[in-house]
């Protein structure tokens, strides 16, 4: 059964760092894996999504890796700023599948 | 986009009662929809999943009788939480996923459930 670890499940940063959440998951048989930010009492926005053949995705500065045979993926998170701050939450699925997360990462991000 | 309309986004009702959530997918054939429940501070945990015309497969764990999921047409998937609990106040949303989508699923904003 796959499961979804994300490291570390809270972050505490000044505005202007870089930073980097981790995604690890069990089972390598992928077809997809997906980053999204949740803010308190709302829904998910959609940030990244990697197929299992791609190994990175970049949207502004956002930019996600996948190392498929090791099962890691990773947010870095380029001069955050307060409106950073949110859950960010790590999914996988196989083909057709529902996507299974993980428990998140809260960021906290100062000015 | 992909977009899926959920409502309501938040309601509170009475020990006893049944509530009824809907997702409509208003710009793709949603094929298959995914319920999940999100508990605070908690990930989201996949409740069933739906595909259109079928009877929905429910996770282990989950109460079909209670959590009615209905899958009748393409664009419009419902959870229905059936004599309702304190214990079921959550956090509800939905994912759908279109036939010719194999870019991600697309979510609904979610339904806030408060029993009292």
């Known amino acids: 059964k796959q499961e979804v670890t994300q490291i570390p499940a809270a972050l505490s940063v000044p505005e202007g760092e870089n930073l980097v959440l981790n995604c690890s998951f069990t089972d390598s048989a992928i077809y997809n894996l997906q980053w999204f930010r949740q803010d308190p009492g709302k829904g998910l926005t959609s940030l990244l999504l990697?197929?299992?053949?791609?190994r990175e995705q970049t949207s502004g500065r956002l930019n996600a890796s996948l190392d498929k045979s090791s099962g890691r993926s990773t947010l870095y998170i380029a001069a955050s700023q307060p409106g950073d701050s949110a859950t960010y939450l790590c999914?996988?699925?196989?083909?057709?599948?529902?996507?299974?997360f993980g428990k998140g990462t809260t960021l906290s991000v100062s000015s | 986009g992909a977009v899926v309309s959920q409502h309501p986004s938040w309601v509170i009702c009475k020990s006893g009662t049944s509530v009824k959530i809907e997702c409509r997918s208003l710009?793709?054939?949603?094929?298959?929809m995914f319920w999940y429940r999100q508990f605070p501070k908690q990930s989201l945990m996949l409740m069933a999943t739906?595909?259109?015309?079928?009877?929905?497969?429910?996770e282990q764990g989950v109460e079909k009788d209670k959590f009615l999921i209905n899958h009748a047409s393409l664009t419009l998937s419902t959870l229905t939480v059936t004599s309702a609990h304190p214990e079921d106040s959550s956090f509800y949303i939905c994912?759908?996923?279109?036939?010719?989508?194999?870019?991600?699923?697309?979510f609904g904003s979610g339904t806030r459930l408060t029993v009292v």
């Open positions: 999914a996988v699925n196989e083909a057709g599948t529902a996507l299974i």
């Open positions: 739906s595909n259109e015309g079928s009877k929905a497969t429910y």
């Open positions: 710009d793709f054939q949603a094929t298959t």
């Open positions: 994912s759908a996923r279109g036939q010719l989508t194999n870019y991600g699923y697309t």
């Open positions: 990697i197929q299992s053949s791609q």
